[in-house]
């Protein structure tokens, strides 16, 4: 289920059995910006996934990463629901993954992505009940 800000209609979070989707953080519209001001924007992106990355390492061990380059590069492949929440949502990023041991089987990660050079970058949060899903990792 996709929950939506009522005034706004902005995505607000994503929810289905076992996870819960939320964005963090999104950047300005990238829509007719040229470098610098569009390369200042990625790095600002990457500067707050930096940052959350970093405090959650200190606070939880360091995180491990996953990719969907397999389900970009195959876009006929099976998605497990949360892939296709991440997809649905233009998260293409990498994750970045923790499975903190007080936080029982529940497992978190953070993912800074968009679906082009025009869409605003989104910081997000996924938390998930159990392991993430392994996808395939191509050569």
Not at 16 to 43: C, K, M, N, S, Y
Not at 68 to 94: E, K, S, T
């Amino acid at each position: 289920m996709i929950d939506s800000d009522p005034h706004t209609g902005e995505w607000v979070a994503t929810r289905a059995a076992g996870f819960v989707l939320a964005p963090l953080w999104e950047g300005r519209d990238l829509t007719g910006l040229r470098d610098p001001e569009w390369t200042e924007q990625l790095e600002a992106g990457d500067r707050h996934l930096a940052t959350v990355t970093g405090r959650l390492d200190e606070q939880w061990g360091p995180h491990r990463v996953l990719t969907v380059d397999h389900l970009i590069r195959n876009p006929q492949a099976d998605r497990p629901p949360l892939y296709d929440a991440l997809l649905r949502q233009d998260l293409y990023g990498d994750l970045h993954v923790w499975a903190p041991d007080q936080a029982g089987d529940r497992h978190l990660a953070v993912v800074l992505g968009h679906s082009d050079g025009d869409q605003p970058l989104t910081l997000a949060a996924l938390v998930t009940v159990g392991p993430l899903p392994e996808l395939p990792v191509d050569p």
